[in-house]
């Protein structure tokens, strides 16, 4: 089945303490990428990845990084997550240009403490 | 860069009352076009998209979508929701190749 993931669902964690949001794809997609949602704003995007060793920075970058060593891999890092940060995560993938439906993963609840 | 407004933060209809939900985008080029929808708890699925052709565009679920070039519009339509229709509704705008901007939502509640 074609699908997107991403581990873990929900998270708890302290300001400051490192985590990472995993998220993989079997779907052999080129781009990936990763939005935050937060109520009345919609969904804003994080970092993207154009293929394996190249990503950019979304329309809210900071206090995110990315990497993307293997193409079916996409994972978030929050080195030092702050309270700001609480909100729920997408991770998407899709194999072409515009016109091609990205594919969203079911989600990362994640409150900052 | 493009930009997302959809003008209704909540919708609330009686079923089988028809639905149109507005979108506009600002983008001087080329763009596709994205009506995705969020069941409560879920994750985000595409209803129906446009990209070129006719701009008329039918999706899952009694869902369609006009793109009116002019006026830099696609709004959805269903001509009788239900109340499974309950969910937050996401406009969205491709353009180029690799972004896509979302607008801030519109939730729909249908009453039985």
């Known amino acids: 089945e074609a699908q997107v993931t991403q581990n873990p669902r929900y998270l708890i964690t302290v300001t400051g303490k490192k985590l990472t949001v995993t998220c993989s794809q079997n779907?052999?997609?080129?781009?990936m990428s990763w939005y935050r949602q937060d109520p009345g704003l919609g969904l804003r995007q994080i970092y993207y990845?154009?293929?394996?060793?190249?990503?950019d920075k979304g329309d809210v970058p900071e206090g995110y990084k990315v990497s993307r060593k293997e193409k079916r891999n996409f994972p978030l890092i929050l080195e030092s997550p702050s309270p700001n940060q609480t909100s729920l995560y997408f991770c998407?993938?899709?194999?072409?240009?515009?016109?091609?439906?990205?594919?969203f993963g079911p989600g990362t609840r994640l409150t900052v403490t | 860069a493009q930009s997302v407004s959809q003008h209704n933060h909540h919708v609330i209809l009686s079923e089988a009352a028809s639905l149109e939900l507005g979108c506009n985008y600002s983008?001087?080029?080329?763009?596709?076009l994205f009506w995705y929808v969020q069941y409560p708890g879920q994750h985000l699925q595409l209803l129906l998209k446009?990209?070129?052709?006719?701009?008329l565009v039918k999706g899952i679920k009694g869902f369609e979508a006009e793109f009116i070039k002019s006026k830099f519009s696609f709004n959805l339509r269903k001509p009788s929701v239900q109340w499974s229709d309950t969910a937050e509704y996401f406009c969205?705008?491709?353009?180029?190749?690799?972004?896509?901007?979302f607008g801030k939502g519109t939730k729909l509640s249908v009453i039985p």
């Open positions: 998407a993938s899709r194999g072409g240009e515009g016109g091609y439906e990205q594919y």
């Open positions: 779907m052999n997609h080129e781009y």
């Open positions: 990845s154009m293929n394996v060793e190249v990503t």
């Open positions: 983008y001087g080029g080329t763009v596709n």
């Open positions: 446009y990209f070129s052709g006719d701009p």
């Open positions: 969205a705008v491709g353009a180029g190749s690799y972004q896509l901007t």
